[in-house]
């Protein structure tokens, strides 16, 4: 999709993530404490979340997995990492519980801050979140949706299902287990009936077109903003590149 374009890839969101990481474990090394992480920040977007935002369900996947994604292992050492559970002087360094460690300063914020301002600029970068949520709930309250989602509901109706929308639907299975995260064999069936009730309606591919749309004509009038985005984005690959190859020291 259009604002897609300014936001991080993952590849690009990868070397952000190692070179923070790297930056905190050069910091705390400085004061002789181990930090053994190797990547810092949210895990990269998996391959299904620009098809799901979209409207688009795969009907092989749901045969296996109802509404749910088919599992996707994060890139190596991606997930979260806690802090409570670390040793007691990591964290006052880590996280600047401390001025001094061993009459030694410790950074403002500790060395996960430092980190932070190594590698992102000094400069404020405009969310893209809002805009992604201007163009959905436009999308949302466009009539040409509303019309298809009344012939994706009769297709529905037609292969035994009652669900309203696409998206209510979804949500109703993906809450009904109650958190056990199984699926069960009427989330399939009706996952299938939607997969195939999308595609022979043509509501995944409205759905798209008009998100294309929409984020054409929010990108049209918020040029500076984007600009900015992108600025902002190129300046910390750079930092980031610039770390993981000198070790930013």
């Not at 993952?10 to 053994?36: P, Y």
């Not at 977007?45 to 688009?56: C, L, M, Q, S």
């Not at 060395?111 to 992102?120: G, H, T």
């Not at 309250?141 to 929308?165: F, I, P, Q, Y």
Request: positive net charge.
């Amino acid at each position: 999709m259009p604002l897609s374009a300014y936001a991080p890839t993952n590849e690009q969101q990868l070397t952000i993530g190692k070179a923070k990481a790297k930056s905190v474990r050069d910091c705390m090394h400085r004061f002789s404490l181990d930090w053994k992480v190797s990547y810092l920040g949210a895990p990269p977007d998996p391959p299904y979340f620009a098809a799901t935002r979209i409207g688009e369900l795969n009907e092989k996947t749901a045969r296996s997995y109802g509404y749910r994604p088919a599992p996707y292992p994060s890139p190596q050492d991606t997930q979260p990492h806690r802090v409570d559970n670390l040793p007691g002087a990591v964290q006052d360094v880590l996280m600047g519980k401390v001025s001094r460690f061993h009459g030694d300063p410790v950074p403002s914020g500790g060395c996960r801050q430092e980190a932070e301002r190594s590698v992102v600029p000094g400069t404020s970068a405009v969310d893209l979140s809002p805009l992604w949520e201007k163009a959905y709930r436009a999308v949302e309250s466009d009539s040409r949706l509303h019309h298809a989602e009344k012939e994706w509901n009769a297709c529905m109706t037609g292969k035994g299902h009652k669900e309203v929308s696409p998206e209510t639907a979804q949500a109703f299975w993906l809450e009904h287990d109650q958190g056990s995260g199984k699926v069960s064999s009427a989330e399939i069936a009706t996952a299938v009936s939607d997969a195939r009730c999308r595609k022979e309606t043509g509501y995944t591919r409205l759905r798209a077109a008009l998100e294309r749309h929409y984020e054409n004509q929010l990108i049209s009038e918020n040029r500076r903003q984007l600009a900015a985005i992108k600025l902002f984005n190129a300046l910390e690959l750079k930092n980031a590149t610039r770390i993981l190859k000198t070790g930013g020291e």
